[in-house]
């Protein structure tokens, strides 16, 4: 079955641009999320193998997303999207449990490395 | 003199103790975690120590005794006698809530606490016997685990965090240099070095980390093997002290006793004269006691400098320099704090003398110069603080090179380039993740973070300025203060507010007349002696109601690396010594503040730093 995934970010653009990179390996964009608060229910849904998150959205941030993610699912995967210059939203998304980040704009062969580590994490 | 009466104390008694036993319980779940991380052992040990020594003046005996078993089980795994183990967690957890419980209903008279004793010294049993059984049993190999990242690595910071969190899955973390909040600010240059107890092979840890692309290299070895590194130069420790030192802090503190005795005594008669002597000589004891503490936290420079010239050899020999180091003012003394905070940026400013300024020994030869490059570190004691020297006769920095790349960072634009002065365009170099392309050819791809070193001489209350002359050599001026606990400030008041400005900056403090005050491209300033100063109103900085309607504004002229500004505000108090306090990490990133100070009435008062306001 193939790796299931939940892109979460307010701009279409990026969620177009996150899910070409990885529809092209092989991956399911099982579906996307454009603030928080979406991302949760979604997730609830779905249970993906993996979600991407976006830090800057409205309504709910990606860092409160993780958050509530997390104690709804220990084990959920994350990946945060961040733009340069968020380094301390970063640490915070991580320590409240995302588990990797990868940085826009984007190389493709760095979202699909980060993804696949993510991936093998237990 | 009359007998104590403690019940007086018990509520204090009973609050404080239930603050430590609060604390208590997250170290012994952090414990369960990291078991080996010898600070927290240290700091549960100290609790549970304090809440003994309370529970004795107090009369509690069983909490006494249950705290001393306590005590001792950590001494045993302090000494790595025995090993945390779920039930020894467990147990101290037991202690914590029957402590909790005897301290709220006073018993002294408890079998439960009796036989949770009798457990606590099994375990200690248990692990003497075994002790005797296999003496020679080996400690634990930690490893050393050193991480450079590629230089343009994207916030670095969370880089390093992840892979912390990775790490942490097959192995113990037990010590982090730099610290773990500088690591996950990314305030750090190339690389961290991490201390571990490895659960699983280096070989399948070395695997995971080289698995980030953004990770240059990765150097695991056993801690013995370490010699000399320059990582972690100097170890917290214990400090030794004087005896005399000690019997004299004794004596005073004994004079204080009985001065506050005396005290009591005229309060109960209500002797104005003598009530209003004997504060003053109170006063005059606990000054005392500040120098004679300060003194006791005094140590000479020696001891972080005398590791340096190891560390100049091998960075010299690594790039094929010839230098000849030299050290002056080894005996002057510095706070024992300040001094470990110093040691990193010094190294960095050594390190960054041989790497960019000293020139290889060919081209040195070239240009006239003695093959072997001259190093100086100075230190000179001047007023209430010390001036550490870097200095080299390399090849200076260059101007040009340095705009250039400002341009290409997108620091300055095309048309304000002809306004900068030569200090401007120096000054780039302290922008954060500023590198010369020349550096990068050079010492593969090394970070100047000349940014960190001022930020963290910032934080210990100094500045850094140098100096820099084509071919000639660089100098690099540290000031600092010499204890970082307690400093001189002057008092003002702005609009409610009452700020402290640290006396090392002040220049002066004059009346300005509002008249005088010009407004030139909608920024403020007036001439003082031929000199054009910049005028701020310290009410608008921080955005508070101004309290001042009158015609001259008492102002202080602040200077701070030959910046100077002249602050507006609405009152002089006077000037007086502080005890610094940091900020709570919520206010930490208002970059006016240094820290915070209480007044005299209790009330707290912000501390200027003048850097960023300047």
């Given at each position: 079955m193939a790796v299931s995934i939940l892109i979460v970010d307010d701009a279409i653009f990026m969620r177009k641009m996150i899910a070409d990179i990885l529809r092209k390996e092989g991956y399911e964009i099982c579906g996307e999320a454009e603030n928080g608060i979406e991302a949760i229910k979604k997730y609830k849904e779905l249970?993906?193998?993996l979600v991407t998150m976006d830090i800057i959205m409205p309504d709910m941030s990606g860092i409160d997303a993780v958050q509530e993610i997390v104690d709804y699912d220990t084990e959920a995967k994350i990946l945060m999207v961040s733009a340069m210059g968020q380094q301390s939203l970063v640490v915070e998304a991580i320590q409240k449990g995302a588990k990797d980040y990868v940085i826009k704009p984007f190389q493709p062969s760095r979202v699909l490395e980060a993804v696949e580590r993510v991936l093998k994490t237990k | 003199m009359d007998k104590i009466d403690f019940s007086r104390y018990a509520d204090i008694f009973k609050s404080e103790t239930r603050e430590y036993l609060s604390q208590l319980s997250q170290l012994i779940v952090n414990l369960e975690k990291s078991p080996r991380n010898r600070e927290n052992i240290d700091a549960i040990f100290r609790n549970f120590h304090t809440i003994k020594g309370m529970a004795g003046t107090m009369g509690y005996r069983l909490v006494e005794m249950l705290s001393h078993s306590l005590e001792d089980l950590l001494s045993l795994l302090r000494d790595e006698k025995i090993i945390v183990d779920s039930n020894i967690i467990d147990t101290m957890l037991a202690g914590t809530d029957k402590i909790e419980e005897l301290v709220e209903?006073?018993?002294?008279?408890d079998e439960d606490t009796k036989s949770l004793i009798t457990n606590i010294s099994n375990i200690g049993q248990g692990a003497v016997d075994e002790g005797k059984k296999q003496v020679t049993k080996s400690p634990v190999k930690k490893v050393v685990c050193e991480i450079v990242f590629n230089e343009n690595t994207p916030l670095k910071g969370a880089r390093a965090i992840v892979l912390i969190s990775d790490i942490e899955k097959s192995a113990e973390i037990v010590d982090f240099s730099p610290s773990k909040d500088l690591i996950s600010n990314g305030e750090f240059d190339e690389g961290i070095s991490l201390k571990l107890i490895p659960k699983v092979s280096l070989e399948r840890i070395k695997k995971s980390i080289l698995g980030y692309s953004d990770v240059r290299s990765v150097y695991l070895r056993d801690e013995e093997s370490e010699v000399h590194r320059d990582k972690g130069l100097i170890r917290k420790s214990d400090i030794r002290v004087g005896i005399e030192k000690l019997n004299k802090l004794q004596n005073l503190l004994s004079e204080l006793v009985i001065s506050k005795e005396s005290l009591k005594g005229f309060v109960k008669t209500e002797d104005r004269q003598r009530i209003v002597n004997e504060t003053d000589r109170i006063g005059g004891i606990v000054s005392s006691v500040q120098d004679e503490v300060v003194k006791i936290r005094m140590v000479p420079i020696w001891q972080v400098f005398e590791r340096f010239p190891r560390v100049i050899r091998d960075t010299a020999k690594e790039l094929g320099k010839k230098v000849n180091f030299e050290i002056k003012g080894k005996d002057i003394e510095l706070d024992r704090s300040m001094l470990e905070n110093l040691a990193e940026p010094l190294l960095h400013l050594l390190r960054n003398s041989i790497y960019h300024g000293i020139e290889t020994p060919e081209s040195r030869r070239k240009m006239g110069k003695r093959e072997e490059g001259h190093l100086i570190l100075e230190a000179e004691r001047q007023r209430g603080r010390v001036l550490i020297k870097v200095s080299d006769d390399g090849k200076g920095m260059d101007e040009d090179k340095i705009l250039r790349r400002a341009v290409e960072m997108g620091l300055v634009n095309g048309d304000k380039i002809a306004g900068l002065s030569e200090k401007d365009i120096l000054d780039f170099i302290f922008v954060s993740g500023f590198t010369t392309s020349e550096v990068v050819d050079e010492v593969s791809g090394r970070g100047v973070g000349m940014d960190v070193v001022k930020t963290s001489l910032r934080m210990l209350g100094g500045t850094l300025e140098f100096k820099t002359v084509r071919n000639k050599g660089t100098l690099f001026i540290l000031k600092v203060p010499l204890t970082m606990a307690i400093i001189k400030a002057f008092l003002v008041r702005t609009g409610k507010e009452t700020f402290a400005i640290p006396l090392t900056f002040i220049e002066e403090t004059i009346e300005v007349g509002h008249n005088s005050i010009k407004t030139i491209h909608s920024k403020e300033l007036f001439i003082l002696r031929d000199e054009v100063i910049p005028v701020k109103r310290l009410h608008r900085i921080f955005g508070i109601e101004n309290g001042n309607n009158k015609d001259f504004y008492p102002s202080v002229i602040v200077n701070s690396e030959s910046r100077k500004v002249a602050l507006i505000t609405s009152e002089f108090l006077e000037h007086t010594d502080i005890v610094v306090k940091t900020l709570p990490r919520t206010l930490t990133n208002i970059k006016e503040f240094a820290g915070v100070t209480l007044l005299r009435d209790g009330k707290p008062a912000l501390i200027l730093d003048v850097p960023n306001v300047v």
């Open positions: 249970h993906p193998n | 209903t006073g018993k002294d008279q």
